[in-house]
């Protein structure tokens, strides 16, 4: 669903309206933006991502035998720097302003790259302002996708899981997360620090946490092979929605049946997103380092049917038992709902696996502070083991 790609479209400057008219056809059947030139007006001026040159991924190496992270390590500088922000917040977005604003003014050889439709907004909140700024460069996904050397988030949780979902069937830049959301799992740096945070990935002076992800591939009755193929960052979960009766699921694990469960659903989750829809379900937490897949069932109608902690190298499939009595059965990846699944379809959840090009490392790779950052995050955020009475007052 993020596979598209268009042609290039030359190094032409685009003012405001690059992306309120219609996508037209240009000469040779490329495809070319109808808009109005202003290649000195003030404010942000846009290019097309295309003319930029490919991703290009650093190196990830062990900072020791006792460090639970690795160096990042550029062997060329990176160059293009995507940045994904927090939608329909005016502080965020005043936070991107100052932040691109700074990559411009300090490391003017790095290019920004950003969304259409952030680029209309930047363009368009801008387009006022008599200072002149710098150049934006985006296009479709497929096209940013294959540029980025850097991911940056301004945001929550969410904004991360957004940008990496479409990373597909490719490897994921690292990325660098500053916290301005309402959760905080995957956002070691204040917004504060960005000038020194940049500046560290920049110059190989980083270190990042390696996250695994997991691969969720649907198989349909009738026949149609990989109806899906995703990634999970978080997890894949299978829940009865709306519907009023239970769900019926034969889970086999490495070709063993295990067991045909009755409950609401049913999540399978990484580490990472062992503090997210699997927790609330009952499930453990696991440190993002831990090599497992973790499988919570959702409300399950037998009390014994507790949650497991699987070898990361299982595979695990799910079919969807004709005992159902529900029509569809819905799935989501990290949230975001996919097609509705029927009795008889089958769905296979992996960790991921080698890509076509063997020098991406897998994974995902999060900036990190220091080696100390989940700690933190399960005692400030979920506040574990802490005790109530210690907000009591007594009266």
């Known amino acids: 669903m993020f596979l598209a790609h268009g042609v290039g479209i030359g190094s032409r400057i685009y003012t405001a ?21 202003a290649v000195g007006s003030p404010g942000y001026q846009v290019q097309s991502c295309t003319q930029l040159s490919c991703s290009k991924f650093p190196e990830y190496a062990a900072r020791g035998i006792q460090s639970q992270l ?9 160059q293009n720097v995507y940045v994904v922000k927090k939608p329909w917040n005016r502080e965020v977005r005043d936070a991107m302003v100052e932040f691109i604003d ?6 003017p050889a790095v290019n920004v790259v950003v969304s259409e439709d952030v680029a209309d907004e930047l363009v368009h909140e801008s387009s006022g302002n008599s200072r002149r700024r710098g150049v934006l460069y985006t296009g479709l996904v497929g096209d940013i996708v294959s540029k980025t050397d850097l991911i940056v988030t301004l945001g929550g949780d969410g904004t991360i899981l957004r940008a990496v979902s479409a990373f597909l069937n490719v490897g994921v830049p690292p990325v660098l997360s500053f916290a301005m959301g309402t959760l905080g799992f995957l956002l070691p740096f204040d917004f504060t620090t960005y000038r020194e945070s940049f500046d560290m990935v920049y110059l190989s002076r980083a270190s990042a946490l390696q996250r695994t992800r997991l691969e969720c591939h649907v198989h349909r009755r009738d026949g149609e092979r990989d109806v899906t193929m995703t990634y999970a960052m978080n997890d894949v979960s299978l829940h009865r929605g709306s519907q009023p009766n239970l769900t019926s699921l034969d889970i086999v694990i490495d070709g063993e049946f295990l067991t045909t469960t009755t409950a609401d659903g049913i999540v399978f989750a990484t580490p990472t997103g062992s503090t997210a829809y699997s927790l609330s379900s009952g499930g453990s937490i696991a440190h993002p380092l831990v090599q497992c897949i973790l499988l919570t069932p959702i409300c399950p109608r037998s009390l014994s049917f507790r949650p497991l902690i699987l070898p990361i190298l299982s595979h695990i499939m799910i079919r969807m038992s004709e005992l159902n009595r529900n029509a569809n059965i819905k799935l989501n990846i990290d ?9 008889g379809d089958e ?3 992996v960790r991921e696996r080698a890509h076509e090009d063997a020098t991406v490392v897998l994974g995902i790779w999060c900036v990190a502070r220091n080696e100390n950052d989940w700690t933190r995050d399960i005692n400030e955020l979920l506040g574990f083991n802490s005790s109530f009475s210690s907000k009591t007052k007594r009266r």
């Open 17 to 37: 309206k690059l992306f309120s008219n219609e996508l037209i056809r240009g000469l040779g059947g490329e495809r070319a933006f109808s808009v109005s030139h």
């Open 70 to 78: 690795s160096s990042i390590l550029w062997r060329t500088p990176l």
């Open 102 to 107: 700074y990559i411009h003014g300090h490391y």
């Open 335 to 343: 949230g975001i709902p996919q097609i509705d699944l029927r009795p």
């Open 347 to 349: 769905m296979h959840v």
